[in-house]
């Protein structure tokens, strides 16, 4: 049998760190018999996310550091922005959406995969795309 291929958004991956809506079936990615994979942006995207919980005393620099730390211990498979940005591109201009998202979008379609994510907004905009089918709600991970 085949792992399932899953790109995890920040939107999902902070959910493993920050308690949030959401946070117990974002935790079912961690079981082993699923592929994770990511954008390098990922990394940008997850630590601007830690500075806003920071300059909004919700979260403290230590605390940031320690998180950012194990994020980089998790099993990722990372993957380089430059060689995913030109079908990104395409799809922010055909889909309407941010370039930052169909980054992801556009690694899950480069590896066959799905993007999971819990960014309501994008997932619903593209509910009647030819690209629902790489889209996957994080509560609906098996």
């Known amino acids: 049998m085949v792992n399932p291929i899953y790109v995890v958004d920040t939107s999902v991956a902070v959910k493993w760190y920050i308690p949030e809506i959401y946070q117990e079936v974002a935790e079912k990615l961690f079981d082993s018999r699923y592929e994770l994979h990511v954008p390098e942006f990922f990394l940008l995207e997850f630590g601007n996310f830690l500075g806003k919980k920071y300059r909004r005393g919700e979260l403290g620099l230590a605390e940031s550091k320690f998180i950012l730390g194990e994020l980089r211990n998790l099993s990722l498979t990372w993957h380089r922005d430059e060689l995913l940005f030109p079908m990104a591109f395409d799809l922010a201009h055909e889909t309407y959406r941010s370039l930052y998202d169909c980054l992801y979008l556009s690694l899950a379609m480069a590896i066959d995969g799905q993007m999971v994510t819990a960014d309501r907004k994008f997932y ?9 089918g790489r889209l996957l709600w994080v509560e609906d991970i098996p």
């Open 124 to 132: 619903e905009a593209l509910q009647t795309s030819p690209y629902a």
